[in-house]
């Protein structure tokens, strides 16, 4: 039988996530036994012998004071720095990274790739590409984690979550939710099948017929009837929405916000929240719960792809 500790290592992070768990590991246990054997060891030689013996006092020793608070110390800084070192790789994804969308809901991931493929408890990447992963609740609290990657994020409702990784290998690791979401939630999980590159494309082609996620999201942005004011020409009555994404914008109560994923899914579901300087509140409706959070990822899509930062996706074959 093949046994280990650790599930498979199949990213590029994964390695040194078990380096630092594992001295943070071997630490603990060299203290466990040390305190341990301390214990034992003063219990026996320091017992009294005779019921009318009395210890001497000890004043201190500052030698001893100093190296029991230094050493701890500068090995927990070892911790902290490293961990902190990790924790910014981790949550840093890098610009031209793949965006893959998902979507927990109550009891299941669904997935949506900008080619337009979707799918649900399945998760299909290409190896050796950084993916960066744009998630969102329908209800609950919810937790992405996939085991062979050392990748875990909280999927909060009413916010956007990002994470990346880059897998290594092929093959196909267990992902699940790891935060209690109600009757079905040892059930939320699935499968992540990691590719090769070109296994990748062949795949994606298998996909997405009626449209890209861009194309979806433009749909959508004339069904609503955001198209009718949102482009340029409309009489200025709202925001053009060319160039925005990635850009500051200036808000009528002062100050300026980043016009990142966050705030277009805000300005969406809830217009008023932060309006553009120069514009009136009131004149857009309100499309908290209009819009479903897979029509929301693709409106964004559709927003990102009229100018702005570049998305870093990879266009439909
Ligand atoms: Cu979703 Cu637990």
């Given at each position: 039988?093949?046994?280990?500790?650790?599930?498979?290592?199949?990213?590029?992070?994964?390695?040194?996530?078990?380096?630092?768990?594992?001295?943070?590991?071997?630490?603990?246990?060299?203290?466990?036994?040390?305190?341990?054997?301390?214990?034992?060891?003063?219990?026996?030689?320091?017992?009294?012998?005779?019921?009318?013996?009395?210890?001497?006092?000890?004043?201190?020793?500052?030698?001893?004071?100093?190296?029991?608070?230094?050493?701890?110390?500068?090995?927990?800084?070892?911790?902290?720095?490293?961990?902190?070192?990790?924790?910014?790789?981790?949550?840093?994804?890098?610009?031209?990274?793949?965006?893959?969308?998902?979507?927990?809901?109550?009891?299941?991931?669904?997935?949506?790739?900008?080619?337009?493929?979707?799918?649900?408890?399945?998760?299909?990447?290409?190896?050796?590409?950084?993916?960066?992963?744009?998630?969102?609740?329908?209800?609950?609290?919810?937790?992405?984690?996939?085991?062979?990657?050392?990748?875990?994020?909280?999927?909060?409702?009413?916010?956007?979550?990002?994470?990346?990784?880059?897998?290594?290998?092929?093959?196909?690791?267990?992902?699940?939710?790891?935060?209690?979401?109600?009757?079905?939630?040892?059930?939320?999980?699935?499968?992540?099948?990691?590719?090769?590159?070109?296994?990748?494309?062949?795949?994606?082609?298998?996909?997405?017929?009626?449209?890209?996620?861009?194309?979806?999201g433009e749909r959508l942005f004339t069904q609503f009837g955001c198209a009718s004011c949102h482009v340029m020409g409309a009489q200025g009555r709202c925001p053009t929405l060319q160039y925005v994404y990635g850009h500051?914008?200036?808000?009528?109560?002062?100050?300026?916000?980043?016009?990142d994923d966050n705030y277009i899914r805000e300005s969406i579901l809830n217009p008023n929240a932060k309006i553009v300087r120069g514009y009136h509140p009131d004149i857009m409706p309100v499309f908290q719960g209009q819009?479903?959070?897979?029509?929301?990822m693709q409106l964004l899509a559709y927003i990102k792809s009229l100018g702005g930062s570049s998305i870093g996706s990879l266009k439909q074959q």
């Open positions: 039988m093949n046994w280990s500790i650790f599930p498979a290592r199949a990213s590029t992070i994964a390695g040194e996530i078990d380096a630092l768990y594992s001295f943070e590991v071997i630490v603990a246990g060299i203290m466990t036994v040390l305190i341990f054997f301390c214990v034992f060891l003063f219990a026996i030689r320091y017992r009294r012998r005779h019921p009318d013996e009395r210890p001497r006092p000890i004043h201190g020793s500052v030698a001893l004071e100093v190296a029991w608070s230094v050493i701890p110390f500068l090995v927990m800084l070892v911790m902290f720095g490293w961990g902190a070192k990790l924790y910014f790789e981790s949550y840093t994804p890098p610009r031209d990274a793949l965006d893959i969308y998902v979507v927990g809901r109550q009891w299941m991931w669904k997935v949506q790739h900008p080619g337009g493929q979707a799918e649900i408890n399945e998760l299909h990447i290409p190896i050796g590409t950084p993916v960066r992963l744009t998630l969102a609740s329908q209800d609950v609290i919810h937790s992405f984690f996939i085991p062979a990657f050392r990748i875990k994020h909280d999927v909060v409702p009413g916010q956007y979550q990002t994470m990346w990784f880059q897998a290594t290998q092929t093959g196909r690791f267990h992902l699940f939710c790891a935060e209690y979401c109600g009757t079905d939630h040892s059930g939320m999980g699935g499968w992540v099948t990691a590719m090769t590159p070109a296994d990748y494309e062949n795949w994606l082609s298998g996909g997405g017929k009626n449209g890209t996620m861009t194309e979806f500051p914008v200036e808000l009528e109560v002062g100050g300026t916000v980043m016009a819009v479903t959070e897979e029509q929301l």
